[in-house]
């Protein structure tokens, strides 16, 4: 049932030509009723003037008046829907992610409905219009600043995945890459490695970067940007042709820091076919903690995410959103990596 509180599409407008939701206040002022006639209108009830209900109809069509599911789960008990946008269901951090949105959900009996963006920028918005008519709220990984998420998003709440809650107004969950990286350069470093490269990955210049080129500096190693190669996916062939880049621009390295986990072991295939042996010629390091990484050989050291930590704190955060209490921030809203050492370093 559609209420008297509603927040519907945007499409009303703001001065100097902004675009907001539509409200149930805009369809009774344009139709000339009340706000309860509108409500008795939209959601099918009898006690209505046939000719006042095809008025009022007429209206939020013409407003594209389309009601939230967020806004009527705050009056109804009713079973919660949350939207899950993944950017690549094929890599296997992701289902990890999602998995720990699903249990936290189940917990609270909600539903999860999830939206494959493919890393594709359009897709994500797309998603976006799509789940919120279809969700209570969104989680999920998006790469557009927040006045463009505004505007897809229809006055649902946001929860964002992997941006640090500094860095959006919307509620988020972050990773500490600095915490992480310092973690595993001072293991390097402690080894005796002097010389290391990155592979990053495909989206160029992020906080894990920034966070390799801080701890070099902090270091004192003789390193800078042009140790750092951007990979062309971010996948175990991604690792491969970076590796083979960097080893060309950088055959003095001892040691290789990688985006993720794929592209690590992406570089131990091609420095092993290029002869360096693992770790003796090169350590590698890799990021995000896949299981995956116990079963290459050598076993991959790593700077583990609890990744199904990272969904819970997600669904924390809608619940606040929903309850209507401030989103978890700081240090609370943080997933800081471990590190994880094996072989490969």
């Known amino acids: 049932m559609w209420t008297d509180n509603q927040r519907a599409e945007p499409s009303a407008e703001r001065p ?51 009601p939230s599911r967020f806004a009527r789960g705050l009056v109804q008990k ?88 500094q860095q959006t107004r919307f509620a988020a969950v972050g990773i500490d890459a600095a915490t992480g990286v310092e973690q595993g350069m001072n293991h390097l470093f402690r080894a005796g490695h002097r010389r290391i490269g990155m592979l990053d990955g495909v989206h160029g210049p992020g906080p894990r970067r920034q966070a390799f080129l801080e701890q070099v500096r902090r270091l004192g190693l003789p390193v800078d940007e042009r140790w750092v190669v951007v990979c062309p996916e971010h996948s175990v062939a991604g690792g491969e042709a970076g590796m083979d880049r960097l080893l060309t621009a950088r055959p003095e390295i001892t040691a290789v820091f990688g985006f993720n986990d794929l592209i690590a072991v992406g570089a131990m295939r091609t420095a092993r076919r290029r002869g360096r042996s693992i ?59 471990e590190l994880v050492v094996r072989d490969s370093a």
Do not use: C, M
């Open 16 to 66: 100097g030509g902004a675009r907001r939701r539509a409200t149930i206040h805009d369809v009774a002022r344009l139709a000339g009723v009340s706000r309860q006639t509108v409500s008795r209108a939209v959601n099918d009830k009898g006690e209505i003037d046939p000719g006042t209900k095809e008025r009022v109809l007429e209206a939020a069509r013409l407003l594209d008046y389309r």
């Open 78 to 165: 009713g079973a919660v829907t949350a939207g899950l946008v993944i950017p690549d269901l094929r890599n296997p951090y992701f289902p990890e992610v999602a998995a720990g949105v699903l249990e936290a959900a189940e917990q609270r009996g909600w539903q999860v409905v999830v939206w494959d963006s493919r890393i594709d920028e359009a897709r994500e918005r797309e998603a976006l219009d799509v789940l919120s008519h279809q969700a209570d709220a969104v989680v999920g990984y998006f790469k557009d600043p927040d006045d463009v998420l505004t505007r897809h998003l229809g006055g649902v709440p946001l929860v964002l995945l992997e941006r640090g809650p």
């Open 279 to 337: 770790p003796d010629d090169l350590a590698v390091l890799g990021f995000d903690g896949l299981s995956l990484g116990e079963l290459v050989e050598p076993a991959l050291t790593t700077l583990h995410i609890d990744k199904r930590q990272l969904g819970r704190l997600a669904v924390e955060q809608v619940a606040r959103l929903r309850a209507g209490e401030e989103p978890l921030r700081g240090a609370e809203a943080w997933v800081t990596p």
